[in-house]
């Protein structure tokens, strides 16, 4: 739950620094990923990303971005645990896994 709750907040600050890419005009509605990509490694030298991979999207109806799992800064979609498919779920995986061979040692 911890490490879904580091996620979930990681995602919502980097929602913040894609909104500000919208908002002051580096990227425009409808700018594909690879040049949103571009853009952010131009100004800032890396990209944000969460850190289950799902993926960031305007949504100018809202006047925001939002991220597909974590949801926006006003409106988060809570989860309580990682994505099983995610890196941090099969990093847990692999861990409850080892757990287990210890234990029947």
Partial sequence: MLLEYVSHR???LNNQ???CFHRTG???RGTD???ATQTSRHFLGYVPMSADDSPY???AR???VVNRRH???SRPTRHGRVEPASEPGTLLDQIKALLQ????F
């Fill in 10 to 12: 990681l995602a919502l």
């Fill in 26 to 28: 580096p990227l425009k």
């Fill in 57 to 59: 999207q305007y949504e």
């Fill in 62 to 64: 809202l006047g925001e």
């Fill in 33 to 35: 990923v690879s040049s």
């Fill in 71 to 73: 949801g926006s800064f």
């Fill in 101 to 104: 061979v210890e234990m029947q």
């Fill in 17 to 19: 620094v894609w909104n």
